[in-house]
Structure formats: structure tokens, C-alpha cells
């Protein structure tokens, strides 16, 4: 079983579209992640929630919208999709919100926006 | 400004020989830091952490160092494998807050056999 799942894993769409990306866990956690790699490979934290609420919104462009239904599931809206958006999503998760505490990633959705 | 910094994009040794991966960092507040490895297609996958309070931690074969006055840390592996090939990151934080880890941007390791 796959602890931290993303579909799809590949994401090709046309500039100005609306995309979503799906992440789920099933390790029980309570914090789940989103990151964005891009061209230059450095990994950045977008969002972050917390048993459903939202703990970390860093500056990242309102075209971009996550959403919790429930404490497993993080998905990520996109609206108005630019060539910029061109990246690797990474979801993560972990137990809760204590220091030190390990993140399990999601192998990634590539998306590229033409 | 990035923050932490992986020097080298990659690094190729041979099969049980040693492997030093090299991370700088500019922000003094760090205190925690981690290596994270990543296959092609999947997402990175924690391996060792140090504290600042100290300077060296070991897990079986990989030892992370820490030199806090000369803002570096290194990762070692010994023997490396050929499975140890992989991209390498290591990330930074202040006080282990895992949502605020900044992100170097890798070291594509290979290991010959």
C-alpha cells in the first residue's frame, strides 16, 4: 500500500486551464503538505493543514487553492494555469505539528503547462 | 536568496568507497537539519537528521556532520552501494518545524559498481 499517493502523475494542459491535483495518505496523520520543485530543483513549502484547518499558506499566488474534506486528503486547485505553473508537485504528511517530526512525500505530480 | 545550498550537482564513486555529500547554509537560526534521498519518479524519503547541539549522528552506514561555525553540514556513506544512487537533499530549520524546512537543491549521486 502506498503511503502517500498523488494522481495524476503526470499533468499536461494548456495555458489559462483549471487543473486539480489529488493527494491522499493512509498513515493516519494529521498534517499533510504541499511543495512545489522547480526549474532549479529546490523544493518550496505552498500549504500546509492541520486535522483539516490551514497552518502554513506561504506566499504563493491566489490562483492556487487548496482543499482538506477530511484529515487523508489534500488536494491542490490550480486556476488560470501559466507557463510558470511548469513544475513537480509534491505532497506530503506527518503525524502532527510536534518539532522534528518525519515527512513522508508523495512521488509527485509533473506538470507542464504549454 | 537561497538559503541552503548544494554545490555540486553530482558526485560519482565506486562501489565501496565513500560518498560525501557537501550542504552550506547562510541563516544562523537553523538548528535542525535533515537528508532526504529521491529516486527518479518518487518523492524524497528521510535518512538521517542532526540537531545543532550537536556535531555529529550516525545511522548504520550514513554519518551526517555538522560544523555550526562554518555553516556546513555533510552527509557520508560508507560502503556505498549502487542503491545508494540517488538524488540527495538537504533541507534546514528552524527548531525542526517540518513545514518550514528550507530545501537544497540536490546532489544526483551514482555509484559504480
Known amino acids: 500500500d502506498t503511503a502517500v499517493s498523488q494522481t495524476p502523475k503526470y499533468l499536461v494542459t494548456q495555458m489559462g486551464n483549471d487543473k486539480s491535483i489529488k493527494c491522499e495518505q493512509n498513515l493516519g496523520h494529521d498534517t499533510m503538505y504541499w511543495y512545489k520543485q522547480d526549474s532549479k530543483k529546490f523544493l518550496k513549502i505552498m500549504f500546509s493543514?492541520?486535522?483539516?484547518?490551514?497552518?502554513i499558506n506561504e506566499t504563493v499566488p491566489n490562483r492556487f487553492s487548496p482543499k482538506s474534506p477530511d484529515k487523508a486528503h489534500l488536494n491542490l486547485h490550480i486556476n488560470s494555469l501559466e507557463l510558470g505553473d511548469s513544475a513537480v508537485y509534491f505532497c506530503?504528511?506527518?503525524?502532527?505539528?510536534?518539532?522534528?517530526?518525519?515527512?513522508?512525500f508523495g512521488p509527485g505530480t509533473r506538470l507542464l503547462v504549454l | 536568496d537561497q538559503q541552503v545550498k548544494q554545490n555540486s550537482p553530482s558526485l560519482s564513486v565506486q562501489e565501496g568507497r565513500i560518498s560525501i555529500l557537501n550542504c552550506d547554509y547562510t541563516?544562523?537560526?537553523?538548528?535542525?537539519f535533515l537528508w532526504y534521498k529521491k529516486y527518479p519518479a518518487e518523492g524524497p524519503t528521510f535518512l538521517i537528521s542532526?540537531?545543532?547541539?550537536?556535531d555529529k549522528n550516525e545511522d548504520g552506514r550514513f554519518t551526517v556532520f555538522l560544523n555550526k561555525s562554518a555553516k556546513h553540514l555533510s552527509l557520508h556513506i560508507v560502503p556505498s552501494q549502487p542503491g545508494d544512487s540517488a538524488v540527495y537533499f538537504c533541507a534546514a530549520s528552524v527548531g525542526g518545524n517540518a513545514g518550514k524546512s528550507t530545501f537544497g537543491d540536490g546532489t544526483t549521486l551514482t555509484v559504480k559498481p
Open positions: 493543514y492541520n486535522n483539516k484547518e490551514l497552518i
Open positions: 542532526i540537531s545543532s547541539i550537536k
Open positions: 541563516n544562523s537560526m537553523f538548528d535542525y
Open positions: 506530503a504528511s506527518s503525524p502532527g505539528t510536534r518539532k522534528r517530526e518525519t515527512q513522508y
